[in-house]
């Protein structure tokens, strides 16, 4: 885990590499100074109160939703949804 | 202008139009636009739902003022059975299992979607050109871009081809395409409207926004879509804003505006005069106005896209071609991963992502991310201290005029600071309306936080006024 993974390989991107415009916009807040490094103030705290939490409950599918669902994956191999070869690593 | 839906209902109701007539010739208007505005066309559904309407009408049944009238919704909602692009190679077949709640509310009501709309790609751009669909055109200019990222939407609604478009606003989204073609567009209060269905790009700022040419017609369709959803546990439940709640300017005495917008060497001459008119007229009418101090425009630019990048690159991240998106397939899973992904996104989407992932890496986060987060917080109590000193803060809507279309795609970093206006509110969850008025791009009227009922009523005033 020690190894350094550079962006291509964080995004999954191949040949990715920062931007020089992107770049810009961090040096500006590396130089900032913000008066409080605490960044955890209530100001934009959208957290859900324990009392308002819904409780677990399983929803049936419409059987339209989960043809759409299916359609949405093009690859079907003997009624089961197919992905790519598996990490052998 | 007045409501176009009240009018449009009236005239259902005295059968002077039928709804299907009504709904074709929108149709019609929609598929031979050159404004690129059109994703897909919703036309086999609109028109059953018109002759529904249409059957109610006939039989002497009532319909509701919504029932009937047809709208569009911007590509990144999710309206079941459609295909929801995002503007994007990655999801350009792609067909929604469910619909928003938002559009659902609209739905129920009896709206009728006509289309998805042409927009930026997953939301990324001011300028409605990072799409597959070709460049949205400016609905006064066509040389011009149709600004963005709603930019589809905001043009329909323009050209008169939709009764109202529903948008999204994450940074400026709803707002700046609204100045730039002369519309009323509304970024409510974040959590008023539900994000359930609605495509996440920065998921602490995305709001679902309503365009039309009307303060009437916004205040009609923000009232439907808004209320606590348990699919989104950041909404809130939200009093109804009634009609003659904000149809005079009592209760605002005091208005802001932040002397470093208008003092900065971005902004156009004429944009800053315009703007400068606008407040003398407002102080002849007694009401007191008072410059204030605010973060400079580099770091307002500069903290929301940091947060907005470290957000869409995670929310971004399960477009693999395994869970959602066309797939490209490669040697193994990893590969598949990467290729599709290089392959299907834009070159914009792609900046994102990975400044993004730059943010959120070990060495970079404490750095960067959190000092972003710090940075909010600070602009988010700034607004606190100035909504005790004044009841609204009126802005310009963006520093110059449209750009060109293609002038966006060579400095993205330009594009970015063209921004600088909208962002600031977007950090700050608070309701921000453009109207149509005051300089060439339109104002852009502040409250405090759920206080959306005196951003309308302070537009009614500025109606009658400039």
Not at chain 1, 49 to 57: H, I, Y
Request: proline letters at 3%; one cysteine or more.
């Amino acid at each position: 885990m020690s190894k350094t993974m550079t962006v291509d390989v964080l995004s999954s991107i191949k040949g990715a590499q920062p931007s020089e415009a992107v770049s810009k916009l961090f040096d500006v807040i590396k130089n900032a100074h913000p008066t409080n490094n605490n960044a955890f103030n209530n100001a934009n705290n959208n957290a859900v109160s324990l009392n308002d939490l819904r409780d677990d409950m399983i929803i049936e599918s419409a059987a339209i939703e989960k043809q759409i669902i299916k359609e949405n994956f093009p690859n079907e191999k003997n009624g089961f949804l197919v992905v790519s070869k598996v990490i052998e690593e | 202008m007045d409501s176009q839906i009240k009018q449009i209902h009236q005239q259902l109701v005295n059968k002077q139009i039928t709804c299907t007539a009504l709904v074709q010739e929108k149709l019609d208007l929609l598929k031979q636009n050159t404004h690129h505005t059109v994703n897909s066309l919703l036309d086999t559904q609109a028109l059953e739902l018109a002759a529904k309407v249409d059957v109610k009408i006939a039989n002497g049944e009532t319909i509701g003022l919504l029932e009937g009238i047809p709208f569009g919704i911007k590509d990144v909602y999710m309206v079941q059975g459609t295909y929801t692009t995002a503007s994007s190679d990655l999801l350009k077949n792609y067909k929604s299992a469910y619909t928003a709640t938002a559009i659902q509310k609209l739905l129920d009501a009896g709206a009728i979607p006509l289309v998805k709309e042409n927009c930026d790609s997953f939301g990324h751009g001011s300028s409605s050109e990072n799409t597959i669909f070709g460049a949205v055109k400016n609905a006064i200019n066509p040389d011009l871009v149709g600004g963005g990222s709603s930019g589809g939407s905001a043009v329909n609604v323009a050209k008169g081809y939709t009764v109202f478009s529903i948008g999204g606003d994450t940074g400026g989204s709803v707002r700046q395409p609204a100045g730039y073609n002369n519309i009323y567009g509304l970024k409510p209060t974040y959590g008023r409207i539900s994000r359930f269905g609605l495509m996440a790009y920065a998921s602490s700022t995305d709001c679902v926004g309503p365009l039309a040419k009307s303060i009437e017609d916004i205040r009609i369709v923000l009232n439907v879509m808004s209320g606590k959803d348990i699919k989104d546990q950041t909404t809130y439940a939200s009093a109804e804003i009634k009609d003659e709640s904000i149809s005079n300017s009592e209760g605002i005495k005091t208005i802001g505006y932040f002397k470093n917008f208008i003092e900065s060497d971005a902004i156009d001459a004429q944009v800053k005069s315009d703007f400068l008119v606008s407040i003398e007229k407002i102080k002849a009418k007694g009401i007191e106005v008072k410059a204030l101090d605010f973060f400079e425009a580099n770091t307002l630019v500069s903290t929301y896209y940091t947060l907005a990048m470290a957000e869409t690159a995670s929310n971004l991240s399960r477009l693999d071609g395994t869970n959602y998106g066309e797939r490209i397939e490669s040697g193994n899973l990893k590969e598949t991963y990467s290729v599709t992904r290089s392959e299907n996104f834009s070159e914009e989407s792609k900046r994102r992502i990975v400044g993004g992932n730059q943010v959120l890496s070990q060495g970079f986060s404490d750095e960067i991310y959190l000092k972003g987060l710090a940075l909010r917080d600070q602009i988010s109590e700034n607004f606190e201290n100035d909504f005790k000193e004044v009841d609204i803060i009126l802005s310009p809507v963006t520093p110059s005029t449209p750009p060109k279309i293609g002038d966006s795609l060579k400095d993205p970093h330009a594009m970015y600071l063209s921004d600088a206006y909208t962002v600031g509110f977007s950090l700050g969850q608070l309701p921000t309306l453009t109207v149509p008025q005051g300089t060439a791009t339109g104002l852009q009227i502040s409250a405090a936080k759920n206080n959306d009922e005196l951003v309308l009523k302070f537009a009614n005033f500025l109606k009658d006024m400039i």
